[in-house]
């Protein structure tokens, strides 16, 4: 009986300071608990069977509220509840920013033999974001967005799927070419909002030889002071490509139907850009 739930950032991180508050529809409080260290909320009190207000609220965060039912059990499930960060519609602070690669992932998910995936990361990569302002009080305004821009560069050499076979046939001709191109690059040419958080990055990725238009789904999670002096912003960002789109069409079919490795391949960023022309010392 009671109450269970988990509370969770956008991204899937535990929200561990999330308290939910609950009440019955006269507006008197029944539980108050908060979410541990696995966003999880557990409260063990007995709950008479009709419908509830649940609010969860967490510093930084935008309150959520929402209606739950108790069962004949006596037992409320509120299932995952997603906080946004509060400000989450803008974009962070106007200016330049620096990509920070010892803070920040680049990888690429394909299925392997259908039945499982094989995970890889680019480990040298770097960029700059250029956030677009008015120089007014809050130096965001509603269109800053067309003039934001993004511009990232990988070592395609730096591949790394943890198995040096597989990473040397992904560096050969194949598929990467190293040698040919060593460079895969990524250039915005639009930014267009999508809902609270996020947003659709437009742009143009030179991968293979090939240059093809790509979208990127972004999310914002907000910007934070850094232990040396400096300010991050966070960002997580997906797409997926198709590897025949980039001319990688080498393929080795294991039965009817089946490739040893997908044509797709799921490109998921995690970035932190330090605000400034120049990386800190960490």
């Not at 908060?34 to 967490?58: I, K, Q």
């Not at 009817?256 to 605000?275: H, M, Y």
């Amino acid at each position: 009986m009671g109450l269970r739930g988990q509370v969770r950032t956008r991204d899937g991180w535990a929200v561990q300071h999330a308290v939910v508050t609950m009440t019955d529809m006269t507006g008197a409080q029944v539980v108050r608990a908060g979410a541990r260290e696995d966003g999880s909320v557990r409260a063990d009190v007995a709950l008479a069977p009709g419908p509830y207000t649940v609010v969860v609220t967490a510093v930084g965060y935008t309150p959520v509220a929402s209606t739950a039912l108790v069962t004949a059990s006596g037992r409320a499930e509120v299932g995952t509840v997603v906080l946004a960060r509060q400000g989450g519609v803008e974009l962070p602070p106007p200016g330049a920013w620096s990509i920070d690669p010892a803070h920040s992932s680049v990888s690429a998910v394909a299925q392997h033999l259908g039945i499982s995936s094989v995970h890889g990361r680019f480990k040298e990569f770097g960029g700059r974001i250029e956030i677009g302002g008015t120089g007014g009080p809050d130096g965001w305004q509603e269109n800053a967005h067309e003039r934001s821009r993004v511009d990232a560069v990988i070592a395609a050499a730096s591949i790394d799927t943890g198995n040096a076979l597989r990473d040397k046939h992904l560096k050969s001709p194949d598929f990467l070419d190293v040698e040919r191109f060593p460079e895969i690059m990524y250039g915005s040419t639009g930014l267009t909002p999508a809902g609270p958080d996020r947003w659709t990055v437009h742009g143009r990725l030179s991968l293979h030889g090939v240059v093809r238009e790509v979208d990127l789904d972004l999310s914002y999670l907000g910007t934070g002071p850094d232990p040396w002096g400096g300010v991050r912003a966070a960002f997580r960002a997906t797409t997926e490509l198709s590897r025949k789109d980039f001319a990688m069409n080498y393929n080795q079919v294991v039965q009817a139907g089946i490739s040893a490795i997908g044509t797709t391949l799921r490109v998921e960023l995690d970035i932190q850009a330090v605000q400034g022309e120049s990386l800190p010392v960490a």
